[in-house]
Every structure is written in structure tokens, then in C-alpha cells.
């Protein structure tokens, strides 16, 4: 299977001289998805802010879907973060657009695409997050659990072959957690990478998927499911 994601003996020391991460050795086939856990500190923002280029590595090599990031430009880095989804724990909506042109937002900014294909994409993108009969709505109408649900409608409209969610259910109860993370669950499953950093120990063992585990700005374990 092809590979999405590689980090090969990555380290990030910021200007401060605190090493975030160091000798992180993993990858992420195309389709897999994956938990990154750990606690306050260990590191799980900044290994995502190192795929989506918010930040740079200091050591080591980063592929995402093979493309090298030391190669990725500073002005190519809004084309380069076009391809990746991102969901943050607080979705960022804007309050005063109705929740259709929340989502269609990025497919607006990237200026390809012509009204009725925006129409089209919005919508497959609402449907996939059970919101369809929401698009004329206002965010400020809508649950906590709803609004995380426009957050994700508007990372995969584009279709991003890879999705990185920080803390996603971090402001939700279990019950809308668990709902979430199923919908990660079957965008892997439609071949989408996915990388959740979470620290809910109790759902992510629910899950039974991959888990990676920093400790220190160590990854102490990248292996398989638990039992
Ligand atoms: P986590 O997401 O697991 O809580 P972080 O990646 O946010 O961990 O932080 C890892 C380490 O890097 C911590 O010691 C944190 O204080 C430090 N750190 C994070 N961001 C910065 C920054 N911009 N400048 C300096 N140190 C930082």
C-alpha cells in the first residue's frame, strides 16, 4: 500500500532550545488510520503543526504523500496544505455565514471551482457528516457536536487524501466524542489517511486502531491496536 505519511528520525528543537521532538521514526499508509497520544507536553501539536507546515522540522526527513517538505516552498505552502484536512478542537466558524458557506469556503479560496461544482461538493461534504438539512443555518444555532460536524464537513471538501484532527472531541461529551471519531472512522475506510491526536485514553482503546505514543517528545510506541 502506498504510503501517506513518513517521518524519518525527526526532531524539532524550538528557538527556546526545548527539543519538542526528537528521533521520530514512523509512517502512515494511504487509508490507515491512527491515533497520536501522550500527555500535555509531549508533543502531539507540534508533530502536526510539522505536517501541515505551520512549523518546520530541525532534524530529520518529512514525506507526506512522498513529497519531501524540506522541498515545499514558503509561498507553496497554501497549495501544499490544500491536500491535507484539518480539524481543530474549536471548529472556527464564522458566526455570521450560514453553515453552506462555512464549508464551501476553501473550495472559494482555492478559486477552481465553478458554482455548481461548489454547490455539489458542499453538499456531498454536509451529507457525509449527517448536516444536510442544516446548510442555511447560522453556527450559533447549532450544538457543540454540530458545529465540530461543519468543522469536518469544511477539512474534506476538497477531498484531502490526508486528514490531521488536534484534540477534535476535546470540548465534547462521550457520547458526541465516540460520534466523531466514527466519522473518522469511515472517512480511513473511503481511503482517506487519518492522524487523531487525543489524549481520551478510554475512547481511543474503544476504537481498537493504531495507536502512536509520545512521551517526552519520544514516541514510545507506534505499533498496532491494543489488545
Ligand atoms: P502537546 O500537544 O502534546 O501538549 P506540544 O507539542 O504543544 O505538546 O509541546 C511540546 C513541548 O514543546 C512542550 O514542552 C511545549 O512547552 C514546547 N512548545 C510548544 N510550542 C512551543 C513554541 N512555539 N515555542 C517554544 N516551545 C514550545
Do not use: C
Amino acid at each position: 500500500m502506498a504510503e501517506m505519511v513518513r517521518f524519518d528520525n525527526v526532531g524539532k528543537r524550538y528557538d527556546s532550545g526545548v527539543d519538542a521532538l526528537s528521533g521520530i521514526t514512523f509512517s502512515l499508509d494511504a487509508g490507515e488510520i491512527a491515533f497520536l497520544t501522550g500527555r500535555s507536553g509531549a508533543g502531539k501539536s507540534t508533530l502536526l503543526k510539522l505536517i501541515t507546515l505551520i512549523d518546520r522540522a530541525t532534524r530529520g526527513q518529512i514525506y507526506i504523500g512522498g513529497k519531501n517538505l524540506t522541498s515545499v516552498k514558503r509561498r507553496q505552502i497554501p497549495y501544499f496544505r490544500r491536500d491535507i484536512g484539518i480539524v481543530f478542537q474549536q471548529p472556527k466558524l464564522l458566526a455570521d455565514r450560514t453553515v453552506f458557506d462555512n464549508v464551501a469556503l476553501p473550495l472559494i479560496i482555492s478559486g477552481n471551482f465553478h458554482h455548481a461544482e461548489i454547490g455539489r461538493r458542499v453538499r456531498a461534504s454536509l451529507d457525509k457528516v449527517g448536516l444536510l438539512d442544516k446548510e442555511r443555518a447560522f453556527p450559533p444555532q447549532l450544538s457543540g457536536g454540530e458545529q465540530q460536524r461543519v468543522g469536518i464537513a469544511r477539512a474534506v471538501v476538497n477531498r484531502p487524501p490526508l486528514l490531521v484532527a488536534d484534540e477534535p472531541t476535546g470540548n465534547l461529551d462521550p457520547a458526541l466524542s465516540a460520534e466523531i471519531m466514527n466519522l473518522f472512522d469511515q472517512f480511513s475506510r473511503v481511503g482517506t489517511t487519518v492522524l487523531i491526536a487525543s489524549h481520551d485514553l478510554a475512547l481511543i482503546s474503544r476504537m481498537g486502531r493504531r495507536v502512536l505514543t509520545l512521551q517526552g517528545g519520544a514516541l514510545m510506541s507506534s505499533g498496532a491496536a491494543p489488545p
